[in-house]
C-alpha cells in the first residue's frame, strides 16, 4: 500500500484500532515498515489524547447575554397575545356600534363629517345618478381612455420611426467610413 492511502485511513484507525488493525493486514505491515506513517498515527493519537483531557475555563467575567433573560418556556408572541386578543375585540365592539348606528363617513372637498342615526337615513335622489347620466358618464371615460391609448400608441410608434432614423443614418455613417477607409489604402 502507498502512503496516500494509509493517510486517507489513519483516523479510522485511531478510532477503530482493534478491527482495522486486525481485520488489514496490509495496514499492518505498512505501519510496521513506514516510519512516516507511523509517526503520524502516533501524532493523531496523541493530540486526540490530548483532547479528551480538555477542560472548559470559566469565563474573566460574567457574560451577559441579552436574548437569554426572555422566558425560556413560552416564545414572545404569546406575551402579547392576550394583549393582541383585546385590541381585536375593541375593534370587533367598535365595528358592531358604527353599523347598529347607521355610521356615514364622508370626506368632501377637504372637510371630513360623521354622522349616525338610529333609523337608516331617507336616500335622496341627489346622491344617485339615472341610467342616462350612468351612461353618459361611462361613455365619456371610454372615450377618453381611447384617445389616450391612440395618443400613447401614437407616440411608440414615433419613438420607433426616430430610433429606426436614427440607427440608419449610424450604419450609413459606418458604411461611408468603411468606403473612405478602403479608398485611402488603396
Known amino acids: 500500500m502507498r502512503c ?3 493517510k486517507e485511513r489513519l483516523v479510522d484507525l485511531l478510532y477503530d484500532e482493534v478491527r482495522t488493525l486486525h481485520s488489514d493486514p496490509e495496514l499492518q505491515d505498512h505501519l510496521s515498515s513506514c516510519p512516516s506513517c507511523r509517526q503520524e498515527l502516533e501524532e493523531l493519537g496523541s493530540t486526540r489524547a490530548a483532547l479528551s483531557r480538555w477542560k472548559d475555563e470559566a469565563p474573566l467575567r460574567p457574560v451577559n447575554l441579552p436574548f437569554l433573560h ?3 418556556s413560552a416564545p414572545r408572541w ?3 397575545w392576550p ?4 385590541f381585536a375585540m375593541a375593534a370587533a365592539v367598535l365595528l358592531a356600534f358604527l353599523a347598529l348606528t347607521n355610521a356615514e363617513v364622508s ?3 377637504g372637510s371630513f363629517s360623521f354622522r349616525t342615526s338610529l333609523l337608516p337615513a331617507a336616500a335622496s335622489g341627489s346622491n344617485y345618478y339615472t341610467k342616462s347620466e350612468t351612461r353618459d358618464l361611462v361613455r365619456e371615460a371610454l372615450d377618453d381612455t381611447e384617445s389616450r391609448v391612440y395618443e400613447t400608441n401614437y407616440l411608440m410608434m414615433q419613438r420607433v420611426l426616430d430610433t429606426m432614423d436614427q440607427e440608419r443614418w449610424s450604419e450609413m455613417r459606418q458604411v461611408t ?3 473612405n477607409n478602403s479608398r485611402i489604402k488603396n
Not at 83 to 86: E, G, V, Y
Open 83 to 86: 394583549m393582541a386578543r383585546r
Open 4 to 6: 496516500e492511502e494509509i
Open 78 to 80: 404569546v406575551a402579547i
Open 177 to 179: 467610413a468603411r468606403g
Open 70 to 72: 426572555r422566558s425560556k
Open 107 to 109: 370626506w368632501e372637498k
